[in-house]
Nanobody
Framework: QIQLVESGGGLVQAGGSLRLSCAAS????????MGWFRQGSGKDREFVAR????????DYADSVKGRFTISRDNAKNTVYLQMSSLKPEDTAVYYC?????????????????WGQGTQVTVSS
């Protein structure tokens, strides 16, 4: 009962910044915990960041701690991923996901809904 659409991906040089957005449909956005995942070429989908329904608690993969920030604006039905100090190894398709609970896990198969993904390419 929710649809997710990512945007904001693109090509950026190493060391640069990019902000991804995930817009959700419906009036129930605030009842979902949200997460960001990514999948590089030939790799499995991996956890990036997660946030609780109210945005108070966040968690990050070790590979992005200190560089990425997840946030949400429930009034706008949108979750964000601010990415800074980007590295070539950050190149991947980035997906947002929704979990109908307080906080989703770090396992991708625990989430209920997924967006279509947006490509992020970091050049060296």
């Amino acid at each position: 009962q929710i649809q997710l659409v990512e945007s904001g991906g693109g090509l950026v040089q190493a060391g640069g910044s990019l902000r991804l957005s995930c817009a959700a449909s419906g009036r129930t956005f605030s009842t979902y915990a949200m997460g960001w995942f990514r999948q590089g070429s030939g790799k499995d989908r991996e956890f990036v960041a997660r946030i609780t329904r109210n945005g108070i608690t966040t968690d990050y993969a070790d590979s992005v701690k200190g560089r990425f920030t997840i946030s949400r604006d429930n009034a706008k039905n949108t979750v964000y991923l601010q990415m800074s100090s980007l590295k070539p190894e950050d190149t991947a398709v980035y997906y947002c996901a929704a979990y109908q609970g307080y906080l989703g896990s770090m396992a991708s198969d625990s989430y209920d809904y997924w967006g279509q993904g947006t490509q992020v390419t970091v050049s060296s």
